[in-house]
């Protein structure tokens, strides 16, 4: 198994992401949906792209928006990963852009829709850098604290590198690794003070023990 990777999405200050610096945490989300508790205006987030280190990925979180007007947004903050939730589920080049797809699974049809997109990204020769599988729950858009379907997902394998969110905390993520063997694991309510707000031990406990579990697979 590669190394498992571990992102915390949904900072909002320069301190969330020293925090998750310091735990070692590989990537940080930063959600531009204005209707999310964590969402960062883009026309004032520049201070909080700055303080993300060299070799930590920033990662853009958007909802529903043409992709056209994605990746202009990208180019102007200087971000180099884009995470994609929404229902336009066609093939996108986004070069030089790195696409993480996110997918709500509630039962296995959504298995086969994620399927079915791979398989016409395949077709085009535009699969995505990775797919994160999150919670479904009714009108909402991640970040909900809700565990997605583990029995599910458990021998899922898209042929892409895949990334768990979903409720995970610092008490389950091991659990999960273990379980599910995903690529990579994405948290955001799970190590907070408040909607927005990162704990800097929740954040160190929950890489620490997603790590320790994935070096003993």
């Not at 997918?103 to 535009?126: E, P």
């Amino acid at each position: 198994m590669h190394p498992l990777r571990a992102k915390i999405c949904g900072v909002t200050t320069p301190a969330d992401v020293a925090a998750c610096a310091a735990a070692g945490a590989d990537a940080v989300g930063i959600n531009f949906y204005p209707k999310s508790p964590r969402y960062v205006d883009p026309r004032q987030c520049q201070p909080l792209l700055r303080s993300i280190p060299p070799l930590m990925a920033g990662v853009g979180v958007f909802v529903g928006l043409p992709f056209r007007q994605i990746t202009a947004m990208a180019y102007q903050l200087g971000l180099r990963t884009i995470q994609y939730h929404g229902d336009d589920r066609e093939p996108e080049d986004t070069f030089p852009f790195s696409l993480v797809a996110a997918f709500r699974v509630r039962d296995k049809q959504s298995l086969a829709d994620i399927d079915g997109y791979l398989n016409r990204c395949r077709v085009v020769n535009q699969l995505p850098a990775a797919i994160l599988v999150d919670a479904f729950v009714e009108g909402m858009q991640g970040g909900t604290g809700h565990k997605a379907p583990w029995d599910v997902l458990a021998d899922y394998r898209p042929g892409v590198p895949l990334i768990l969110a979903g409720g995970l905390t610092p008490e389950n993520v091991a659990e999960a690794v273990r379980i599910l063997r995903p690529d990579g694991v994405d948290v955001a309510s799970g190590v907070e003070i408040s909607p927005g707000r990162k704990d800097p031990d929740q954040v160190k406990r929950f890489v620490a023990n997603a790590r320790e579990a994935a070096a003993r697979l």
